[in-house]
Nanobody, 119 residues
Framework: VQLQASGGGLVQAGGSVRLSCAAS????????MGWYRQAPGKQRELVAE???????NYADSVKGRFTISRDSAKKMVYLQMNSLEPEVTAVYYC??????????????WGQGTQVTVSS
């Protein structure tokens, strides 16, 4: 069972990026899914999360600019990032509660994808 994030890169200020994260393996169910980020010299922080019922929660700094969504059938979670500013430059990690067949729900991290916003 693993999470694979993609979609990061270098973008100019004011631009947009869409991150994707795919869960794979012998997955029985998926609970909450989310995106975190870690900037150089800072702790990892929550950016956005979405429950299995599609309730969402955002960090105050990204409200109105970032949108999290999920496709449960495809086992995917997305983060649409608009109106980007250099301050959001960080490694973005997807996370999810995944339950393997015959096991309990557990927390998993993806490998991270770099988003760099140039001014």
């Amino acid at each position: 069972v693993q999470l694979q994030a993609s979609g990061g890169g270098l973008v100019q200020a004011g631009g947009s990026v869409r991150l994707s994260c795919a869960a794979s393996g012998s997955i029985f169910s998926i609970g909450d899914m989310g995106w975190y980020r870690q900037a150089p010299g800072k702790q990892r922080e929550l950016v956005a999360e979405i429950t299995s019922g599609r309730s969402t929660n955002y960090a105050d700094s990204v409200k109105g600019r970032f949108t999290i969504s999920r496709d449960s059938a495809k086992k995917m979670v997305y983060l649409q990032m608009n109106s980007l500013e250099p301050e959001v430059t960080a490694v973005y990690y997807c996370a999810a509660q995944l339950q393997e067949y015959g096991s309990n729900l557990d927390h998993y991290w993806g490998q991270g994808t770099q988003v760099t916003v140039s001014s």
